[in-house]
């Protein structure tokens, strides 16, 4: 997402975008497809993982600290991994990721067929995987601008966001399926065929186009290069601005997602019941589907930002009380279909005020400095998640007292209240605080594209 830039004759883009016009979407349908059955395959391993290390010690922070080392270094590193993305052939930083993230998978896969694997292990995985995610994030972003015309950003925005839905969907009941009729190994062998089967269609078939306008070399070198994105950013503080908010909602969400509380307190509160997490996470799958689907199929909305802001306060209403306040599986799975739904109305035209305004030459720089700055928080609420869970909201809950009576009546006692008061904080604290940007003349000013750009045609959700 970035504002207006400044643009010599007609379209610089103009070159490229008439090859990918010409060839059509043929080669990133390819690719999302290949690539969406890998991640369901790795959705799968990430799932029977979570479920093992929770049965380690069966701790909120246990489950925190898997998805922190999944983001750490991936936000260290995105500076320079954003530079090289736009210096570096985009395919092989791909092929070379998804092979170390392969090679990761395999080491988790032979140290529990050993009887070796322990839970450290995993943190060190993660973090590996991360550093190549530093690189495949911004080479997958710019891949995608390469391969897509820029009238069906948004279709392709949508598509990738429909993809994760069913991935959402399917790996917890693909994965139980596979635990009742074989054995967690077999997991890990199914991801690493989809791996395989992803890997050679980007070798062997795809072939990423050059940018039409090279990315120009920086007077001051390389170093002087990995500032170049966050100083675009700083040149366009509207842009700015929306990714410091959004790190402020990734602070809140991360605290009580589905890789930190959620699976918590789900496993908590119903006596580590595997199928009632299986069934809210498919509900939030399907829930992004049902969302992916609209936004698809919808026309383009004029005020982008304002659907932004209002699917985000929409999202934190209809997911996080109901799921603070609910005692049985039915709420959350409902909780979490519904508030799903506004999101991918978020990411997709988040993404495509991102596209639409930033030069293809620069978006693996831009891209980088975006997601270090807006997602340096994950980690952060992650780990404050677990942490206030497992030493500050569960031992409030557990001990008598004027505010833990008046809490009760909301979300209840007993294993996992703790949990869900945090989840009553920060729906509170996120939809208020989406729908005052509502009113933000600065925000709707992002609505408006450069110059050289028509609005696009393709569908985008209203």
């Avoid at 925190?64 to 270094?73: I, N, Q, T």
């Avoid at 391969?147 to 994760?164: C, I, N, R």
């Avoid at 991935?167 to 199914?190: D, R």
């Avoid at 279909?337 to 930033?358: C, D, K, S, Y």
Wanted: charged share 15%; glycine share 10%; net charge neutral.
């Amino acid at each position: 997402m970035k504002q207006n830039i400044h643009m010599n004759g007609k379209n610089r883009f103009g070159s490229t975008d008439k090859r990918k016009s010409a060839r059509g979407m043929g080669d990133f349908l390819i690719l999302w497809g290949t690539q969406s059955i890998s991640s369901l395959g790795s959705a799968m391993t990430t799932f029977v993982l979570l479920l093992w290390a929770y049965e380690q010690e069966g701790t909120a922070s246990s489950i925190a600290w898997l998805s922190v080392c999944s983001y750490l270094p991936s936000v260290f590193f995105c500076f320079a991994a954003g530079a090289l993305a736009d210096r570096w052939d985009k395919r092989k930083i791909m092929l070379i990721s998804d092979l170390t993230a392969a090679g990761g998978t395999g080491a988790v896969y032979i140290l529990y067929v050993s009887g070796g694997l322990e839970l450290w292990h995993l943190y060190v995985v993660n973090l590996l995987i991360s550093l190549m995610n530093a690189f495949q994030n911004p080479a997958s972003y710019v891949a995608v601008s390469l391969l897509t015309p820029k009238e069906s950003y948004t279709k392709a925005a949508g598509l990738q966001a429909l993809s994760g839905s069913v991935v959402n969907i399917l790996a917890p009941a693909c994965a139980s399926a596979v635990l009742a009729f074989s054995s967690i190994e077999t997991v890990f062998l199914l991801d690493l065929l989809t791996f395989g089967a992803a890997f050679l269609t980007l070798l062997l078939r795809i072939r990423i186009p050059c940018p039409a306008e090279k990315m120009e070399e920086e007077s001051g070198g390389f170093f002087k290069e990995l500032t170049t994105g966050i100083g675009y950013l700083w040149e366009h503080r509207a842009l700015l601005k929306m990714i410091l908010f959004f790190s402020f909602i990734n602070l809140l969400a991360s605290s009580t997602g589905e890789g930190s509380i959620l699976s918590a307190m789900v496993l908590s509160r119903t006596g580590n019941n595997q199928a009632a997490l299986g069934a809210v996470s498919s509900a939030i799958g399907a829930g992004t589907l049902t969302g992916s689907l609209l936004v698809t199929a919808l026309p383009a909305p004029k005020n982008r930002t304002g659907v932004i802001f209002a699917a985000c306060g929409l999202s934190f209403i209809l997911c996080n009380f109901p799921w603070a306040v609910g005692r049985v599986p039915w709420v959350w799975v409902l909780a979490g279909f519904l508030g799903e739904i506004p999101l991918p109305f978020l990411n997709a035209n988040l993404t495509t005020i991102m596209r639409r305004h930033v030069p293809v030459s620069m978006q693996g720089r831009v891209f980088a400095a975006r997601d270090t700055l807006q997602y340096a928080t994950i980690p952060i609420g992650l780990a404050l998640g677990g942490a206030l869970s497992d030493r500050v909201f569960e031992p409030l809950m557990a001990s008598p007292s004027p505010l833990q009576e008046f809490l009760s009546l909301l979300v209840g006692t007993g294993s996992g209240s703790g949990m869900a008061v945090l989840f009553l904080i920060t729906g509170l604290l996120g939809s208020v605080s989406s729908f005052l940007c509502l009113c933000s003349k600065e925000f709707q000013s992002l609505n408006r594209f450069p110059e050289n750009t028509e609005e696009e045609s393709a569908p985008g959700g209203q």
